[in-house]
């Protein structure tokens, strides 16, 4: 167990809607990291977070958004959903933030979203 | 060309042998190095980590990082079941805000 904890593990959702996924960091830790995870991409960075400011944007699309709430719990909105949207995404969590040395990712169990 | 290039495989070997997986990589200011292990529809796992050049042991694990040559290698001793699975490497350079992790090599340990 990573201790990173992400829900739901599952959603099954349709074209057009929106979905929040969860995710609370490891005790003690301050930056979170948003991953996307399909057979064709490999692990795709979409967006940091350290103690509840944004620090890094990657391949995010505009229709996804994300937040870092003063408890470090983090939150993946994704909105007006695509089927090429399905794709397993990864909660991450680190005491600092990369290119410090503090490169220890410890990642949670995924969301996996089916959009039909 | 991909930052980090690593063979998807898959690569099957029996149990007891000795696996070898590798990554080489273009950017040469990369100096924390990584390999992670993950299980079918799981989270990649922390198994290795290394700063710089070097090898590392950890119990069954070497990792390895020639940064001259931009490869780094994991192998695994004496292969169990257990180690099937998906290994990513993963690395990144100062001030990196992300890692730039590999493709991934799916290892299949035949009993």
Redesign the interface.
């Known amino acids: 167990d990573s201790g990173v904890t992400q829900t739901p593990k599952h959603l099954i959702t349709a074209t057009g809607q929106r979905v929040t996924l969860r995710c609370s960091p490891r005790s003690g830790d301050l930056s979170v990291y948003w991953y996307q995870q399909s057979l064709d991409q490999g692990l795709q960075f979409l967006i940091q977070y350290y103690n509840g400011e944004e620090r890094a944007k990657g391949n995010i699309l505009e229709r996804f958004s994300a937040q870092q709430f003063p408890d470090l719990h983090s939150e993946l909105n994704l909105s007006s959903l695509e089927l090429g949207d399905s794709a397993l995404y990864f909660c991450a969590s680190s005491v600092g933030v990369t290119g410090t040395g503090n490169e220890k990712l410890f990642f949670g169990s995924g969301t996996q979203l089916s959009v039909l | 060309q991909k930052e980090v290039e690593q063979d998807p495989g898959p690569l099957s070997v029996p149990e007891g042998a000795i696996v070898s997986l590798n990554c080489t990589y273009s950017n040469s200011a990369f100096q924390?190095f990584?390999w992670?292990r993950q299980y079918s529809?799981?989270?990649?796992?922390?198994l290795m980590?290394t700063?710089s050049s070097g090898n590392k042991e950890d119990g069954r694990f070497t990792a390895q990082v020639d940064k001259s040559s931009k490869y780094i290698s994991l192998f695994i001793r004496d292969s169990q079941p257990s180690d099937s699975a998906t290994y990513?490497c993963?690395m990144?350079?100062?001030?990196?805000?992300?890692?730039s992790?590999?493709?991934?090599t799916t290892v299949t340990v035949r009993a």
Not at chain 2, 92 to 99: H, Q, V
């Open positions: 924390y990584m992670y529809r799981k989270g990649p796992e922390l980590y700063y990513l993963a990144s350079g100062p001030d990196d805000y992300k890692l992790f590999g493709a991934g």
